[in-house]
């Protein structure tokens, strides 16, 4: 599998034109495997193609997917649940009593006892405590919430780490944000 990724038009000895916009390029997609952000497309034989452009767009298109995992091919050793509308990534350990509904989690996760999800995005290897509630909200990848955390239409970026008993609702946490500093 490869990515297609835009050139930065740079001074490459290949580039014959010597300057001219940007150009795509094939990159392996292991490569991608250590970038904080990237963006898969699964190209399947459907009637029904999204634009995610917007973290509302690709919540939607998540539930959609899952929606309809029986007609995709899901990640390998994924756990799909069609009655609920959730995947879980492999390797991912989960707590008892968790409630999940419409919702993605990613590879190698940690999700702590007594946890409710709803519409949510996890992306891999993320540490969730016990006892939290996330709806509509998008984690990002190696982020860390802490027990007890309640966040409600809210964004964490990658690598962030939430202190226990957080609770936003309509917040985006990323690195040198006055909301992240404030809390810790």
């Not at 634009?51 to 029986?70: D, K, L, M, P």
């Not at 990323?174 to 992240?180: H, K, L, M």
Request: charge should be negative; aromatic fraction near 4%.
């Amino acid at each position: 599998l490869e990515a297609i990724t835009e050139d930065d038009g740079g001074d490459d000895d290949d580039d014959a034109g010597g300057g001219g916009g940007d150009k795509a390029k094939r990159v392996p997609l292991g490569e991608l495997d250590d970038e904080p952000f990237h963006v898969g497309a699964v190209v399947v034989p459907s009637k029904k193609v999204m634009r995610a452009n917007t973290i509302a767009s690709f919540h939607y298109a998540c539930r959609e997917a899952v929606a309809n995992g029986e007609s995709l091919t899901m990640p390998p050793r994924s756990k799909w649940n069609g009655k609920f509308q959730t995947l879980v990534g492999h390797d991912t350990t989960l707590g008892a009593k968790i409630n999940m509904k419409s919702s993605v989690i990613g590879k190698a996760c940690q999700l702590g006892a007594k946890c409710r999800l709803n519409n949510v995005v996890i992306m891999d290897n993320v540490i969730v405590g016990e006892n939290c509630s996330l709806q509509n909200t998008l984690i990002g990848q190696g982020a860390i919430l802490g027990n007890n955390c309640s966040l409600n239409d809210c964004q964490v970026g990658p690598g962030m780490e939430l202190p226990p008993g957080t609770k936003e609702k309509g917040e985006s946490f990323v690195f040198g944000d006055s909301v992240v500093e404030d809390l810790l």
